[in-house]
């Protein structure tokens, strides 16, 4: 007997019957794209209520698709001070007042047909909040028409939370760049301060010296070694004093403490002695109305002898010098002012680069244009001004208000 294997026939298909059926797959394969995956997928109708919810969605916001789908809008997901905030922004975006409603999501891609991205704030089941990045997108058919919105969410803590991290370590690097350029600067304007300021004592000592010669009496000798010992001390005590302020140039603010004015002009007319004698110079003050001032010591020494050599410097070779310093209350502050009868300077032509770094305006073998230069800064990093008032041949006043 003879066995014939029987093969069954191919059952044929429509062309209706073949479109339905791609169409079932395509429908399944992207409802199993959109079940699993870990994007939150929430869609709406025109109207906004929501018609999927996929699982992620579900984990990210606490609700259940059966609690969401075809019974909310999304609207409850966001805080009403921010959907008021983004409705603001559009409408300057977009030209007419949106409310704060759906619009604030579907303005977008209702009007410019394009993706609506922006960071939120969900508002989870539990009441928990925490950042998103929401993308919502139009849908559209084949003629054309909107028959919804489609919403991608990703919870995006984790980033803001790097975000921050890395926006703190940037400001941190930032403040520390900041700091080191600061103590580079301060750090710049003491070899300033040391150099420019050293000048004059060393000088001074050169001066005293040269009063003696070989006529010189005993007595001539033990007058000028006394002022040398006075310069001397005042030389390391100074030098001491700006080391200290060196050292605690760690902090923004220098450390300040009571100051006498008279105590310290003395110190620096001291520190003068030698040119003054030469060029016979006359020496005033008037500290009564304002005896003391807290101030960082070093600072106002610096001051007070930038601006006294600059008197001696620069004074009128027709006549003897008189510097006159005195100090005033004016609107509750301290005012130091240090007037000379010099050469003057024409501020019409000089005055907006008269405390400008190496700047001159006489004739001077000596003249370097840091002494103000250096003055301006020292006053300013303690919240001061400094300004001038001088017509050539007459003389020159510095005012410093503390």
Known sequence: MKIVEKIPLQKKFSQGDLFLNALADAYRL????????ELAIISTNTEGVITSFNRAAEKLTGYSGEEMIAKRTPLGLFDNLQLIQRAGELSAEVGFEIEPSLDAFTIIPKVKRLPDRHEWIFIRKDGKRFPVLLSVTGLWDDRDQLIGFAAIAMDITERKKADEELLRSKQYLESLTLNLQEQNKHLDE?????????????????GLISLLDAKSTLTDYQQI????????SNLSETMDELMETIKVKKEVNLERSEVRFKEMFDKVVQSLEGDLIHCEAQITFDFSEAPILYYSKAYLESILQNLLSNAVKYRAYDRKPHI??????ERDAIVLRVQDNGQGIDMARHGNKLFGLHKTFHEHKDAKGVGLFLVKNQVEALGGTITAESEPGVGTTFIVIF
Request: aromatic fraction near 6%; charge should be positive.
């Open 225 to 232: 070694f006394e002022k040398l010992q006075k310069v001397a």
């Open 30 to 37: 992207q409802e199993s794209i959109i079940s699993t995956t």
């Open 190 to 206: 003491f070899a300033h301060v040391i150099s420019h300021n050293l000048r004059s004592p060393v000088a001074n000592i050169k």
């Open 324 to 329: 006159h310093a005195s100090t005033s209350i």
